[in-house]
């Protein structure tokens, strides 16, 4: 607990009103936090490389051929590496591209061998999370990753959760896939998070995703401005990558993006989730 001077008049008030010491130290508690975020922006807004006020990360999941077709040119011409979450039976399909995008230094990442999710989805119902086990998961990931490497010649360091979910089985028996992913990986990122990372406090295994499908720049850009004031990690989420469409990252956005993320003056430190990750991890150790 922390205490500013100036509340120990308020605690001690509290205590001479005979309130039990257990409430003070709630109550110290909550001041702790409301003095800690208050704090928050000026630590952070030093925390990240180059004088960055905040982190920011792509990332594109399923390994989507257009992520190589229509992606790599963009990333190319601003000179920004990603990352690509991919299934290895997506990269089988595509290799060539696959291993370009790898040789030009994006991040591959590791999306699991069979992309299961909810048996609520009916793609997954014959594959669904709420029949695996635990063991399975662990199985499925270091199988994608063996499989990954041998394609690419690179071992995948972070992990997407498919659908964003992050359990197996039903019922009492559910249980939470997420102390594998935190064994075998140094992030997993979710999907459809509301929420940058809190750089000081995120459980890297449960890194928070945030969609960029169909949004323009516009939409974007207030991310970029509240994760600044605080200094945050903010990791973007993706699929295909094109003009338009359903589940598609604009081209038109990521133009707009990258090139106000490569301005100095605009405090962003471009990094792949693994890149990003080991700085926090680094920074978490005690
Ligand atoms: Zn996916």
């Not at 935190?182 to 969609?211: C, H, I, K």
């Amino acid at each position: 607990m922390r205490l500013m001077p100036g509340l120990f008049t308020l605690v001690h008030a509290r205590i001479i009103a005979g309130v039990a010491a257990l409430t003070v130290v709630a109550m110290c508690t909550m001041m702790d936090r409301t003095l800690q975020a208050q704090a928050a922006p000026a630590v952070a807004a030093t925390a990240w490389p180059n004088g960055a006020r905040m982190a920011l990360s792509l990332s594109f999941d399923d390994g989507r051929e257009s992520q190589v077709t229509q992606g790599l040119p963009v990333f190319a011409r601003h000179g920004a590496k990603v990352t690509l979450y991919v299934v290895p039976s997506a990269v089988e399909r595509g290799l060539e591209g696959w291993r370009r995008a790898a040789a030009a230094g994006h991040e591959i990442g590791n999306h699991s061998l069979t992309h299961s999710c909810s048996g609520n989805f009916p793609f997954s119902r014959e594959k669904a999370l709420e029949e695996h086990s635990v063991a399975r998961m662990r199985q499925e990931l270091t199988a994608a990753n063996a499989r990954l490497a041998a394609l690419l010649g690179v071992t995948p360091r972070t992990f997407a959760y498919p659908c964003g979910q992050t359990f197996v089985g039903r019922g009492r028996a559910t249980q939470s896939y997420v102390p594998v992913v935190a064994e075998l990986f140094l992030a997993g990122r979710g999907w459809m998070d509301e929420a940058a990372n809190d750089p000081s406090y995120v459980d890297l295994a449960q890194t928070t995703g945030v969609e960029m499908d169909g949004k323009d720049f516009e939409q974007i850009r207030p991310l970029l401005e509240e994760g600044r004031k605080v200094g945050a990690w903010l990791v973007l989420a993706g699929h295909e990558i094109g003009a338009s469409g359903r589940q598609t990252t604009r081209v038109a956005m990521l133009d707009q993006l990258l090139a106000y993320a490569s301005q100095p003056a605009n405090g962003i430190w471009l990094a792949t989730v693994a890149e990003a990750a080991e700085l926090v991890a680094k920074r978490q150790q005690p």
